[in-house]
Nanobody, 126 residues
Framework: QVQLVESGGGLVQAGGSLRVSCAVS????????MGWFRRTPGKAREFVAA????????YYADSVKGRFTISRDNAKNTVSLQMDSLKPDDTAVYYC???????????????????WGQGTQVTVSS
């Protein structure tokens, strides 16, 4: 089992920055990807960014590329998402997720993630 707890959401003006973090505990050695997704009312869960646990390779949705940065801290067992140049369209509940190593892994497919945090609200005002 892997436990994920997000923190760091809040309210920020457009153009501002925010950092959300995910504390990871449990069987972390089995994790293949750590990802961030977001959801707004009436929309499907959307891939934001992912990092491969073993190599630190990173992957981003086109909508956030160049503005968001995903990183991990092995010593603290955390995965963070630094969000810069925020836009009102970035307003959503942000979820941290962990994907176990399996026959076919995919960074951007939410159905392949095995564990989810409770989410943290990010609101960007115009």
């Amino acid at each position: 089992q892997v436990q994920l707890v997000e923190s760091g959401g809040g309210l920020v003006q457009a153009g501002g920055s925010l950092r959300v973090s995910c504390a990871v505990s449990g069987r972390t050695f089995s994790s293949y990807y750590m990802g961030w997704f977001r959801r707004t009312p009436g929309k499907a869960r959307e891939f934001v960014a992912a990092i491969r646990w073993s190599s630190s390779s990173t992957y981003y949705a086109d909508s956030v590329k160049g503005r968001f940065t995903i990183s991990r801290d092995n010593a603290k067992n955390t995965v963070s998402l630094q969000m810069d140049s925020l836009k009102p369209d970035d307003t959503a509940v942000y979820y941290c997720a962990a994907q176990n190593d399996k026959l076919l892994n995919s960074a951007g497919n939410p159905t392949l993630y095995d564990y989810w945090g409770q989410g943290t609200q990010v609101t960007v005002s115009s």
